[in-house]
């Protein structure tokens, strides 16, 4: 499975970034079951608490419009002054809302500028879920 253009629409995505705050832009791109893709960035606010994620974004934004199942997320983070893109982990809180709609095997797909990606399942990176 080539994911590499759900990695462009991560980088895509990201370009989004309302993060003033951390000044860490974060993109992501959701597959879901049907073929579609919702794609998300991080968006800060004031009272820093009150941030959501790149992939929360895209969650919501799926879940919202009707969508239940999904394949894979990419997923791609960095400094908006870096030179390089590096791969960007999910939070505890993203690995919980992954827990919630999707099943053991769905896909984390992280990369950075280049190519190259890593890709890891949930179960992999949330192995003791609450549920
Ligand atoms: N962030 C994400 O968007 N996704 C993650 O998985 C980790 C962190 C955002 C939240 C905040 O706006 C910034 O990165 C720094 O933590």
Redesign the pocket.
Known sequence: MDYGYLMDEARRARKAAY?PY?G?Q?GAALLCSDGSIFTGC?V?NASYGA?N???RTAFFKAVSEGKRSFRAIA?V?GREDAEHLDP????GI?RQVMQEFCGEDFVIVLGNDSVDYELHTLREIFPLPFQ
């Open positions: 993060a951390s860490f974060v991080n800060e941030a994620c790149a992939e997923v983070g960007c982990p999910p939070c993203c």
